[in-house]
T-cell receptor, first 114, second 111 residues
């Protein structure tokens, strides 16, 4: 595997379900990110982890819970989601955070909440 | 407030018809400006980073330029495979270092 991988690629869940999104980066980076991408909107930053420490929680509802067990893996735990949470969820990584280094994105998880 | 505006929202070109995409930004000190390409249903693919006004970078048919207020992505003699949404993002100095993205320009190149 190379770059940034995400699983699953597609997920359909009911509003009462609990599911998790997984991201893994094979680039040796120290920072990882979760973004939400909805139609007609810019990418919205959700969470930032730098050296496994969460440095940003961009006013994200508590029904989204991130976890970063090490600098290569990032999870997004989902529970009691709303239909408006349906979107493409993107994971990214960069060498460091805030120092001008580019972010590399995974393919995303297309989430549909029914 | 830091802001990024991309124009046009959508652009249709004939194969071989050169054009430019615009990214205007307002930030309190620019640390870096980033261009990405995104194909439908996929994650953004990194293209270029520009750090200072006057800087230019090229890759195949793409050339990115930067001034103190905007960046252009010039596409020379585009091909249908250049069709995608092009995203611009900026990182401001003194902020948490988060990227601020524009809404993107959807480019369609017809044969």
């Amino acid at each position: 595997e190379t770059g940034v991988t995400q699983t699953p690629r597609h997920l359909v869940m009911g509003m009462t379900n609990k599911k998790s999104l997984k991201c893994e980066q094979h680039l040796g980076h120290n920072a990882m990110y979760w973004y939400k991408q909805s139609a007609k909107k810019p990418l919205e930053l959700m969470f930032v982890y730098n050296f496994k420490e969460q440095t940003e929680n961009n006013s994200v509802p508590s029904r989204f819970s991130p976890e970063c067990p090490n600098s290569s893996h990032l999870f997004l735990h989902l529970h009691t989601l709303q239909p408006e949470d349906s979107a493409l969820y993107l994971c990214a990584s960069s060498q460091d955070h805030g120092q001008g280094s580019e972010q590399y994105f995974g393919p995303g998880t297309r989430l549909t909440v029914t | 407030e830091d802001q990024v505006t991309q124009s046009p929202e959508a652009l249709r070109l004939q194969e071989g018809e050169s054009s430019s995409l615009n990214c205007s930004y307002t930030v309190s000190g620019l640390r870096g400006l980033f261009w990405y390409r995104q194909d439908p249903g996929k994650g953004p693919e990194f293209l270029f980073t520009l750090y200072s006004a006057g800087e230019e970078k090229e890759k195949e048919r793409l050339k990115a330029t930067l001034t103190k207020k905007e960046s252009f992505l010039h596409i020379t003699a585009p091909k249908p495979e250049d069709s995608a949404t092009y995203l611009c993002a900026v990182q401001a100095r003194g902020s948490q270092g988060n990227l601020i993205f524009g809404k993107g320009t959807k480019l369609s190149v017809k044969p």
